[in-house]
């Protein structure tokens, strides 16, 4: 079965790095978009990258712009999600996506907290 798993939250300092994994099983990984999304309190999940099956098409949303790079290692089956320039409004907890044949499938999330 489709299994997503990710890694690597914790608290940062704001103006900090962290870089998040998502290892992915259960299906053909090479063959999938993936995306990053998350859900901060009391708020509304939202996504925050996207990339291709081939890693040369990536999307941001706007806040996170020029200080998030979501990349993939199809060899791995993973996808990561380099966060720099960490801001406290970031804190959130972490979900990585992968849509296989119409069905969408979440991991469990990673909390990211920035925080001083």
């Known amino acids: 079965q489709v299994q997503l798993v990710e890694s690597g939250g914790g608290l940062v300092q704001p103006g900090g790095s962290l870089r998040l994994s998502c290892a992915a099983s259960?299906?053909?990984?090479?063959?999938?978009?993936m995306s990053w999304y998350r859900q901060a309190p009391g708020k509304e999940r939202e996504l925050v990258a996207s990339i291709s099956t081939g890693g040369t098409i990536r999307k941001y949303v706007d806040f996170v712009k020029a200080r998030f790079t979501i990349s993939r290692d199809n060899a791995k089956n993973v996808v990561y999600l380099q966060m720099n320039s960490l801001k406290s409004e970031d804190t959130a907890v972490y979900y990585c996506q992968a849509i296989v044949q119409s069905s969408t499938y979440w991991g469990q999330g990673t909390q990211v907290t920035v925080s001083s």
């Open positions: 259960g299906f053909t990984f090479s063959s999938s978009s």
